[in-house]
């Protein structure tokens, strides 16, 4: 939202439905998103010239189609091309025809199956739900018994359960733009999963995040362009669902090289907000590009010197049920070099903020090196309060502490 606004190239912005810390950029429309004939009315009625669907589950639904069958720009896959994310097993047999490396995988989807399949992994075991989980639906263990019993209650549930080899090496999150075989690449992210310190505890959808990566090599970007999106973007051309809007690729660089561990066909926080706040382009103008099929024409993206990091603070039984309805202080007051961006909060009728999410703020802060940019970003989330919430205090530390490098190939 905010990268948006500074783009003088564009003059309103309507977020629909939004929250409160969007509403004092945006004008709020209370439209559900996962209607195409909401959204659709909208957009007509507003004459908007793009349309930017951010959340995963419109895109599946099909929601961009609908935008652009109407001859509204639309920046989004279509909800065939956005099978990448929805369906885990759609995404391996993508990668398996472009000859992307990723881990082995297979598909459990009945009870009577599992116990020989997790016999055929392990010592660590990675288990995934085969569709949207909003990245809480990985578990990655050493114990066989945990494996099988989240295996066991997604099966439960009726979700097909994706059983995974453990990819060795640091991961990368690279967003990048797509516009059919066209890819132009955003800054490198790490985000950081775990809900505890040194990456314990569940995952979660993210508790923070720093761009760019010291500890990665400046050759990185352009491997991962030429041996992951870019073939991934030519395959689903070739098979007629080519894909228009933002790419995400997970990655672990190891050994032999960078290896998918997820695709997601949107921006996702906490990432995007770390990559954003560097950003120098006008971010609009890129994504009227993409949509429009002239992104190859495009300028490339501009970045700012320096670093950027995300913390999130988090409700109290997060990623768990959360607790919700308390009230935030401290989110208001101005500090150089950071912003306080809305995730799970709503407003009160006397005008209190309150808690409304598992994730409920994100902090971003920007510094000449990561460094200060953590700094900043700790001074300013110290100054919230929100009864039972936590954050991680190690976002971007290894880093700054030169405590992550890529394995070397033996």
Request: net charge negative.
């Amino acid at each position: 939202m905010l990268a948006l606004r500074r783009d003088p190239g564009v003059s309103a912005v309507v977020a629909a439905p939004g929250n409160p810390g969007m509403a004092q950029q945006a004008q709020l429309r209370p439209v559900d998103p996962c209607s195409a004939e909401a959204v659709v009315a909208l957009a007509t009625e507003l004459g908007s010239d793009l349309v930017v669907i951010g959340p995963e589950v419109p895109l599946v639904l099909g929601i961009a189609d609908a935008v652009r069958a109407a001859g509204i720009a639309c920046f989004g896959p279509s909800a065939a091309a956005a099978r990448i994310e929805g369906s885990k097993a759609f995404a391996k047999d993508v990668m398996a025809a472009a000859g992307v490396r990723t881990a082995h995988s297979e598909v459990v989807d009945h009870p009577g199956e599992l116990d020989a399949a997790l016999d055929r992994f392990g010592p660590t075991w990675v288990v995934k739900d085969d569709g949207l989980a909003a990245g809480k639906g990985v578990v990655v263990t050493t114990d066989r018994l945990a494996a099988r019993d989240h295996a066991a209650e997604l099966l439960e549930q009726g979700h097909p359960v994706l059983l995974e080899s453990f990819l060795d090496g640091p991961e990368v999150s690279l967003f990048c733009l797509v516009d059919g075989e066209t890819v132009v690449p955003l800054l490198p992210a790490q985000d950081h999963k775990r809900v505890g310190n040194g990456d314990t505890g569940p995952n979660t959808g993210g508790m923070g995040a720093y761009t760019p990566l010291p500890w990665l090599p400046p050759t990185a970007v352009a491997e991962i362009v030429d041996t992951v999106v870019k073939p991934v973007a030519v395959e689903m051309v070739r098979r007629g669902v080519p894909f228009s809007g933002l790419l995400y690729a997970g990655l672990a660089m190891g050994q032999a090289g960078p290896a998918v561990v997820e695709f997601n066909c949107r921006f996702g926080d906490p990432e995007t907000q770390a990559v954003l706040a560097l950003l120098d382009s006008p971010l609009g103008a890129l994504l009227h590009a993409t949509a429009t099929g002239t992104l190859a024409a495009a300028e490339p993206p501009r970045w700012h010197e320096g670093s950027a990091v995300t913390v999130v603070l988090a409700a109290e039984n997060y990623p768990g049920r959360p607790r919700t309805g308390d009230v935030i202080t401290g989110v208001e007051a101005a500090e150089p070099n950071t912003e306080v961006l809305h995730a799970g909060t709503s407003l009160r009728a006397d005008g209190a903020l309150l808690s409304a999410g598992g994730r409920v703020l994100n902090v971003v802060a920007t510094g000449a090196d990561l460094t200060e940019a953590r700094e900043r970003a700790y001074a300013r989330i110290a100054s919230i309060k929100l009864p039972g919430s936590h954050y991680r205090t190690d976002i971007a530390l290894a880093a700054v502490e030169q405590r992550i490098s890529i394995p070397a190939e033996v």
